[in-house]
């Protein structure tokens, strides 16, 4: 609004784009975030040119080559470490959630009794809960990211199975993730207490040794990840495994397949390194001696 608000649809041409884009790039904003408000303001235009309001789209401009950085999650060996590190903890049931499904964290917050079927063991997403930082109050919205995030996604048995025994007396209207004080959980402060409870498995065995400190058993050094990393170790650990990508995308949440390709294309790069071995397990390949030659 402040700088392109003042515009009519008809008078915005390329060059004024060209100068608002220039203007954030100029500002110091993340390539995502810059990326995140064009992709905006070329839908609104979009719009406008479909409903005969302008004629031409003045939203092909010269852009900075953006390099996409590499997304972060953790290996099964370190999920495991980590939910047996925190098994009671409040923590542990949004956690476990997130690993199993790759919700958003808004939509883990926003999970109610009565989304989950746990006859067919599937989970309802239509919701999510969000922070107004104007009002300072959590809101409980039906308003997602994008319409292909009302989705439905099948739940393993182990989570369901954990699920049923924490239920108890719950309220299908009650939230299954609470807060400690057994709330509507705020999605900032679950993202935030998730990053301090891996600060300490942050140091190596050989820094414990330095510093005297006993090193507790079994342990393993993290990788310190975001909340939102979670999501990727979900959609990383069934793309490993093969599962279909369409299938993978589909319980994201994304807008198509191509943004899910795009999220986790160092991943695919990675398994093409596996196709040679895949196949020579396939055939079960024997190398070759004297006798087979």
């Keep these: 609004m402040p700088k392109l608000g003042g515009y009519k649809l008809n008078k915005i041409t390329n060059a ?96 109610r009794w009565y989304d989950i079927d746990f006859e067919d063991r599937y989970l309802t997403v239509n919701n999510q809960v969000i922070y107004d930082r104007e009002l300072k109050i959590l809101v409980f919205s039906e308003i997602l990211k994008t319409d292909t995030s009302h989705r439905k996604i099948t739940l393993a048995k182990i989570l369901t199975d954990y699920l049923k025994s924490i239920k108890c007396d719950a309220l299908d209207t009650d939230f299954v993730v609470l807060d400690r004080e057994g709330s509507m959980c705020n999605p900032r402060n679950l993202s935030m207490n998730f990053t301090k409870s891996i600060h300490k498995y942050r140091k190596s065995i050989d820094d414990l040794k330095r510093e005297g400190e006993n090193i507790p058993q079994n342990y393993m050094q993290l990788k310190q990840i975001t909340f939102h990393a979670l999501r990727h170790t979900h959609a990383t650990l069934l793309i490993f495994n093969g599962e279909n990508i369409k299938v993978v995308s589909e319980r994201l949440g994304h807008k198509s397949i191509s943004e899910t390709l795009d999220t986790y294309t160092h991943v695919m790069d990675d398994m093409r390194d596996n196709t040679a071995a895949l196949l020579d397990n396939i055939f079960k390949y024997k190398p070759l001696n004297d006798d087979n030659k």
């Design 16 to 111: 004024i784009i060209q100068d608002f884009y220039n203007s954030l790039i100029g500002e110091g904003l993340k390539p995502s975030s810059v990326k995140k408000i064009m992709e905006t303001v070329n839908g609104v235009l979009k719009y406008a040119q479909k409903s005969k309001l302008i004629y031409n789209l003045p939203t092909d401009i010269e852009k900075q080559p953006m390099n996409k950085p590499k997304v972060e999650f953790w290996t099964k060996e370190e999920i495991d470490f980590y939910l047996d590190k925190i098994h009671d903890s409040y923590l542990y049931t949004p956690i476990l959630i997130e690993i199993f499904t790759g919700l958003r964290v808004g939509e883990l917050c926003g999970i």
